[in-house]
T-cell receptor, first 113, second 111 residues
């Protein structure tokens, strides 16, 4: 079974630029999550989708971050404009709705200069 | 809010047992997880335990849960150099809900 796929794996941008990350969850997983992992810390949830609806986006900085999952499968996370403190690894995870285990992709490592 | 804490670092010799500890504050935690993260990689789910259990064993891994003290531990028997990684404890309060992670414990296994 294929795991969670993410791209790109690495991205370097200058502050105030825009960037987008893509995630393809495990086939059949209804729930999709985006986490931000700052160096030396554990991941923190940004947003959770159930199919194509948002379940929890309370920790998403909505002035600059946006995310969508239009067809209930793939998802994109966008940052516009980026700040230096957005440098982190952005992890996508998915799970079967109602099941607890979340499976993570390899992450996108973002460096904002 | 919820808080999950772990010690930063653990060093063991190959073949010894490793015990990684975690404490959490949310008494309504329902599920507790251990994830492993190798350099440059995502998080790999190792095991999880329901809050109504006090122990779970899976091959070399043993999870112990003391719900009264809100303490979770992961024991790795016969630790190998390939076990060197960062181990994250995480908790959630209901199925499919957000995970709250600890800061991670870096395990170093010396040959």
């Amino acid at each position: 079974e294929a795991g969670v796929a993410q791209s790109p794996r690495y991205k370097i941008i200058e502050k105030r630029q825009s960037v987008a990350f893509w995630c393809n969850p495990i086939s059949g997983h209804a729930t999709l999550y985006w986490y931000q992992q700052i160096l030396g810390q554990g991941p923190k949830l940004l947003i959770q989708f159930q199919n194509n609806g948002v379940v929890d986006d309370s920790q998403l900085p909505k002035d600059r971050f946006s995310a969508e999952r239009l067809k209930g499968v793939d998802s994109t996370l966008k940052i516009q404009p980026a700040k230096l403190e957005d440098s982190a690894v952005y992890l996508c995870a998915s799970s079967l709705g109602g099941q607890r285990a979340q499976y993570f992709g390899p992450g996108t490592r973002l460096l904002v200069l | 809010g919820e808080d999950v804490e772990q010690s930063l670092f653990l060093s063991v010799r190959e073949g010894d047992s490793s015990v990684i500890n975690c404490t959490y504050t949310d008494s309504s935690s329902t599920y507790l997880y251990w994830y492993k993260q190798e350099p440059g990689a995502g998080l790999q789910l190792l095991t999880y335990i329901f809050s109504n259990m006090d122990m779970k064993q899976d091959q070399r891994l043993t999870v112990l849960l003391n719900k009264k003290d809100k303490h979770l531990s992961l024991r790795i028997a016969d630790t190998q150099t390939g076990d060197s990684a960062i181990y994250f404890c995480a908790e959630s309060t209901e199925a499919g809900n957000m995970l709250t992670f600890g800061g991670g414990t870096r395990l170093m296994v010396k040959p």
